[in-house]
């Protein structure tokens, strides 16, 4: 290079290297006032959300605690929310009981109350019978599965199996319980019914008792996400702050030859016509839970999900242009209380309602450039990946069908209400809109 | 506060680290900025959005030493003013055939105009003009750098230097008369 010209260079360099122009007086209020608020420790924002949650399990356990069901005092007659089908095992063991009562009309039968004390009073073989189901229900402590699921057959085998000459001893002892339903009943009529569903209802007590937890799988999507776009025209590679992009792309950092490669694509489109197309995945999330029956109708429930978000964006001209793709990872945690208001053998409805929380704890963003014949890609891009802590409220309803007593397949629509705000923090998308709608569906297990 | 210590606090987002070096860069970054887009206004905002930028993403700072932020904080400034004006209108280029022969220039002539008329005479030059030289001159960048970086050939490039030094020296000619 020419001596001269060098010399000249320099001096400018000299003169000008160095100078200062004193910037606004309202510069800095105007950049203090566009920063991000100082984010607070993680830290302590994550203890006191785990205090919280901590706080509502135990209280939702203080709640199941101080509501557990007594024994004796169970209501009879309603449906058991595991839909078990106790109570039609024991329709069935009564029906053949009341075989010989010819005045007990069959509808009657179908019921516990059809075997009334009254009736109970009138035959020995009456009876005996209830001594037989009583039995039965002395082998249902020990195996309530089998009485449950073969009432007849354990029934007909109590009854066939009774000796003659033994009628008469179990006859004197049913003697002291008929008397005692009398007591009942002299007592207090109206008790009638749930008195002598005693014998009968100890044995649905005790499927009720083993049919409390319920496990299920489930996979649920937000219906109307997933979707596509195309708008006219460029959009940059976004970071953490997109709103100041313009004035900081990747050259302004790093001076790599992918920076170098994304200002000439931008240099090459500068009179191209250009657009970006985004395809964003069907999120599918899925859970394992745990549910806890308070009662006969409320229950707890409490689970794990896991869902995988991808989205993917091509932006500039045919020429030149990058592909963006992004995939996140959350793991959550879904609570939830549920509520039966109908139950029976083959189909259980009920509503629930609850709030989960998720985080995000692992994320992979691929951007890749294109110029023509040339290409090259950066993960991440150099920057970290937003890992959020998401918040929602559900409420809905749930439609279960029982293909046994104990398997079921169920299927859950929900409005889902987002509490996060994940709008100007991700790197390309958000996880899911404030409102939307979500069927789950899944299969449910009574342990 | 030292460098170091600057760093380390807004790599934390301490805000009176963050005023800490705003007092410090400001000035120099503006001037930066006001040789590349001869606009006072346009360097303000660009100069807002760099700041903006650099407090965001400042863990992409590796304090290499005292001097190193400052530095770097320049060297942002540099690419944020390309990008805007990349952005805004294509870089010119001129042909070889229009460019005259070089003049005579004296360095010396440089030291006796004061820094701020030298900063106007700079951005007075048209943007091609100004941009390959403040690249040349003060990034000391070879004009085959610039030339991929700008998105020209090299030749254009060195035209552009040679008919931006005639043009600066002619203003400073002039004004050294007008003061004689």
Same mark, same amino acid.
């Not at chain 1, 910037?23 to 608020?37: G, K, T, V, Y």
């Not at chain 1, 998720?358 to 991440?380: F, P, R, T, W, Y």
């Given at each position: 290079?020419?001596?001269?010209?060098?010399?000249?260079?320099?001096?400018?360099?000299?003169?000008?290297?160095?100078?200062?122009?004193?910037?606004?007086?309202?510069?800095?209020?105007?950049?203090?006032?566009?920063?991000?608020?100082?984010?607070?420790?993680?830290?302590?924002?994550?203890?006191?959300?785990?205090?919280?949650?901590?706080?509502?399990?135990?209280?939702?356990?203080?709640?199941?605690?101080?509501?557990?069901?007594?024994?004796?005092?169970?209501?009879?007659?309603?449906?058991?929310?595991?839909?078990?089908?106790?109570?039609?095992?024991?329709?069935? %063991?009564?029906?053949?009981?009341?075989?010989?009562?010819?005045?007990?009309?069959?509808?009657?039968?179908?019921?516990?109350?059809?075997?009334?004390?009254?009736?109970?009073?009138?035959?020995?073989?009456?009876?005996?019978?209830?001594?037989?189901?009583?039995?039965?229900?002395?082998?249902?402590?020990? /195996?309530?599965?089998?009485?449950?699921?073969?009432?007849?057959?354990?029934?007909?085998?109590?009854?066939?199996?009774?000796?003659?000459?033994?009628?008469?001893?179990?006859?004197?002892?049913?003697?002291?319980?008929?008397?005692?339903?009398?007591?009942?009943?002299?007592?207090?009529?109206?008790?009638?019914?749930?008195?002598?569903?005693?014998?009968?209802?100890?044995?649905?007590?005790?499927?009720?008792?083993?049919?409390?937890?319920?496990?299920?799988?489930?996979?649920?999507?937000?219906?109307?996400?997933?979707?596509?776009?195309?708008?006219?025209?460029?959009?940059?590679?976004?970071? $953490?702050?997109?709103?100041?992009?313009?004035?900081?792309?990747?050259?302004?950092?790093?001076?790599?030859?992918?920076?170098?490669?994304?200002?000439?694509?931008?240099?090459?489109?500068?009179?191209?016509?250009?657009?970006?197309?985004?395809?964003?995945?069907?999120?599918?999330?899925?859970?394992?839970?745990?549910?806890?029956?308070?009662?006969?109708?409320?229950?707890?429930?409490?689970?794990?999900?896991?869902?995988?978000?991808?989205?993917?964006?091509?932006?500039?001209?045919? /020429?030149?242009?990058?592909?963006?793709?992004?995939?996140?990872?959350?793991?959550?945690?879904?609570?939830?209380?549920?509520?039966?208001?109908?139950?029976?053998?083959?189909?259980?409805?009920?509503?629930?309602? %609850?709030?989960?929380?998720? $985080?995000?704890?692992?994320?992979?963003?691929?951007?890749?450039?294109?110029?023509?014949?040339?290409?090259?890609?950066?993960?991440?891009?150099?920057?970290?990946?937003?890992?959020?802590? /998401?918040?929602?409220?559900?409420?809905?309803?749930?439609?279960?069908?029982?293909?046994?007593?104990?398997?079921?397949?169920?299927?859950?629509?929900?409005?889902?209400?987002?509490?996060?705000?994940?709008?100007?923090?991700?790197?390309?998308?958000?996880?899911?809109?404030?409102?939307?709608? /979500?069927?789950?569906?899944?299969?449910?297990?009574?342990? | 506060?030292?460098?170091?210590?600057?760093?380390?606090?807004?790599?934390?987002?301490?805000?009176?680290?963050?005023?800490?070096?705003?007092?410090?860069?400001?000035?120099?970054?503006?001037? !930066?900025?006001?040789?590349?887009?001869?606009?006072?206004?346009?360097?303000?905002? !660009?100069?807002?959005?760099?700041?903006?930028?650099?407090?965001?993403?400042?863990?992409?700072?590796?304090?290499?030493?005292?001097?190193?932020?400052?530095?770097?904080?320049?060297?942002?400034?540099?690419?944020?003013?390309?990008?805007?004006?990349?952005?805004?209108?294509?870089?010119?280029?001129?042909?070889?055939?229009?460019?005259?022969?070089?003049?005579?220039?004296?360095?010396?002539? !440089?030291?006796?105009?004061?820094?701020?008329?030298?900063?106007?005479?700079?951005?007075?030059?048209?943007?091609?003009?100004?941009?390959?030289?403040?690249?040349?001159?003060?990034?000391?960048?070879?004009?085959?750098?610039?030339?991929?970086?700008?998105?020209?050939?090299?030749?254009?490039?060195?035209?552009?230097?040679?008919?931006?030094?005639?043009?600066?020296?002619?203003?400073?000619?002039?004004?050294?008369?007008?003061?004689?």
């Amino acid at each position: 290079m020419d001596k001269h010209n060098d010399k000249w260079a320099e001096s400018f360099r000299r003169k000008l290297d160095s100078a200062e122009v004193k910037p606004s007086e309202e510069l800095w209020a105007r950049i203090e006032a566009d920063l991000p608020p100082v984010e607070r420790r993680r830290f302590p924002v994550i203890l006191r959300r785990l205090t919280v949650a901590a706080a509502s399990a135990a209280a939702v356990f203080a709640l199941v605690w101080s509501v557990r069901p007594d024994k004796e005092t169970s209501p009879a007659g309603t449906p058991a929310a595991s839909g078990v089908g106790a109570e039609p095992a024991l329709v069935a %063991g009564a029906a053949d009981v009341a075989k010989e009562m010819e005045e007990v009309p069959a509808e009657a039968v179908a019921r516990p109350q059809a075997v009334t004390a009254s009736q109970l009073l009138a035959t020995t073989e009456r009876v005996a019978a209830v001594s037989a189901v009583e039995k039965s229900a002395e082998v249902a402590e020990v /195996q309530p599965v089998a009485v449950a699921e073969a009432p007849v057959a354990v029934a007909d085998v109590a009854v066939a199996e009774q000796p003659a000459d033994t009628v008469g001893a179990v006859a004197g002892t049913m003697t002291e319980k008929v008397a005692r339903v009398r007591e009942f009943m002299a007592v207090a009529p109206e008790r009638e019914s749930r008195a002598t569903q005693t014998a009968y209802t100890s044995v649905r007590d005790e499927d009720e008792h083993t049919s409390r937890w319920h496990i299920a799988l489930a996979a649920d999507s937000r219906l109307g996400e997933g979707t596509s776009g195309s708008v006219n025209g460029f959009m940059p590679l976004s970071y $953490k702050d997109a709103a100041h992009e313009p004035a900081l792309t990747a050259s302004s950092l790093f001076a790599d030859d992918y920076d170098l490669m994304y200002i000439k694509m931008n240099a090459e489109n500068i009179d191209s016509h250009t657009q970006t197309d985004e395809v964003v995945s069907f999120p599918i999330n899925y859970s394992a839970s745990v549910r806890y029956m308070i009662n006969d109708r409320w229950g707890v429930n409490l689970g794990v999900s896991y869902a995988r978000v991808t989205t993917e964006r091509r932006s500039g001209s045919d /020429q030149n242009f990058y592909v963006s793709k992004a995939k996140m990872h959350y793991v959550g945690v879904p609570v939830s209380v549920s509520y039966t208001f109908y139950d029976s053998r083959y189909l259980t409805l009920y509503a629930i309602a %609850g709030g989960s929380v998720e $985080k995000c704890v692992s994320g992979k963003q691929v951007d890749s450039l294109n110029i023509g014949q040339e290409s090259a890609s950066k993960e991440n891009a150099g920057f970290e990946i937003d890992k959020p802590w /998401q918040f929602a409220l559900n409420a809905g309803a749930g439609v279960q069908f029982n293909i046994t007593r104990r398997y079921g397949l169920f299927a859950e629509p929900q409005l889902v209400c987002d509490l996060s705000d994940d709008g100007s923090n991700q790197t390309t998308f958000k996880r899911r809109d404030d409102l939307s709608f /979500q069927l789950a569906v899944g299969i449910r297990v009574n342990w | 506060m030292n460098e170091q210590e600057i760093s380390q606090g807004c790599l934390k987002g301490n805000r009176e680290a963050q005023r800490e070096l705003y007092s410090r860069c400001a000035g120099a970054m503006l001037s !930066v900025g006001m040789r590349y887009l001869a606009d006072r206004e346009t360097a303000e905002d !660009v100069l807002h959005d760099v700041f903006i930028g650099v407090f965001t993403h400042f863990d992409k700072f590796t304090y290499r030493g005292e001097g190193s932020l400052m530095a770097w904080m320049k060297r942002v400034m540099v690419n944020a003013s390309l990008d805007y004006l990349r952005r805004r209108t294509p870089f010119e280029t001129v042909e070889v055939e229009k460019v005259k022969d070089e003049v005579e220039i004296d360095p010396s002539d !440089v030291e006796t105009v004061p820094t701020d008329v030298i900063m106007r005479f700079i951005s007075e030059l048209p943007d091609g003009y100004r941009t390959v030289f403040n690249l040349f001159t003060f990034e000391e960048k070879s004009h085959r750098e610039i030339a991929e970086m700008l998105g020209i050939n090299e030749k254009s490039s060195s035209s552009q230097l040679s008919r931006a030094k005639t043009l600066l020296q002619k203003k400073i000619k002039e004004y050294l008369n007008l003061q004689a």
